[in-house]
């Protein structure tokens, strides 16, 4: 069954009745395919009236669809012969980041990403993508290992921010995550990161200071959550939508802001409608980039990464 967020509920109904209607046809017992072609229609234009005014706290649940496509998702997909590798080497393993090495689409390459989970055993086992400061320094171990053999590194996003946990912050949760953000900006091989659901704080750019940075059409990327912003400006989560609107958090205002440097299309209905024809476009995405970055010499990677993270905040909005 499909999950429904509340500004679709209008959609729902429509889509609850069709099926209804189907099961009955199925019956033989009352022709209503006229019916059944007319709510259709109907549920379609109101779906694409909805998705064409989304607010940014529309786009943010919409991002944060437990349906939307996962980093295991895009892997078995777009990855071949894929081999994780767990552990930082100095405390122990952390699920919310999946990293290994595999072949996308001919390059062999090393893919970090933050896993959420399909369910609730599965959310609960990665830690809803929220990372501790050994996800960190995995991703790091796993960097290291790409520069030594020359590989490029691919990186998917999806994460409400690392976990701010006691354990977490004793073993050094924020100095995880600057080490990871210096590493990615170190770095001399390519490096290219997709935001593909929620990109939350430093949680996110740990593995998004790239050379080439794009977002889907509907994910969200900011420097904290609505409603943790919301909590500190208004001291109310009920502000979390104008915290939203205030944060510039979608695809379409980080791209004017030159944050990120392309947008990924979705169907209509967000990713979660069609995740396979998404999981491609993603796919073709990266592989344009890192066939633009693949014969660029490493100085020139990492001066050009540098320059690009220095110059945000140079350009405004129009």
Known sequence: MNTFLDFE????????????????????ELNIVDEVTRLQSKAERLLKQTYSKLTPWQKTLVARHPDRPHFCDYIEALV?????????????????????????????????????GADTEGRVRHNFGMARPEGYRKAVRLMDLAERFCLPVITLVDTPGAYP????????????????IQKCTDLRVPLISVVVGEGGSGGAIALAAANHVSMLENSVYSVISPEGCASILWRSPDKAQDAADALKLTAQDLHKLAI??????????????????VIESVGDEIERALRALIGVPGGELRARRREKFMAIGQTGLS
Do not use: M, T
């Open 80 to 116: 071949e012969d894929f081999s994780p590798l767990a552990g930082d080497r100095a405390f122990g393993e952390d699920l919310a980041i999946v990293g290994g090495l595999g072949r996308f689409r001919g390059y062999s390459a090393v893919i970090i990403g933050h896993e959420k």
């Open 9 to 28: 509920k209008p959609i729902a109904e429509l889509e609850g009745k069709i099926k209804e209607l189907r099961h009955l046809s199925d019956d033989g």
């Open 260 to 277: 990120v440097d392309s947008i990924i299309p979705e169907p209509l209905g967000g990713a979660h409608r069609a995740p396979e024809g």
């Open 165 to 180: 946990g006691i354990g977490a912050e004793e073993r050094g949760q924020s100095e995880a995550i600057a080490r990871a």
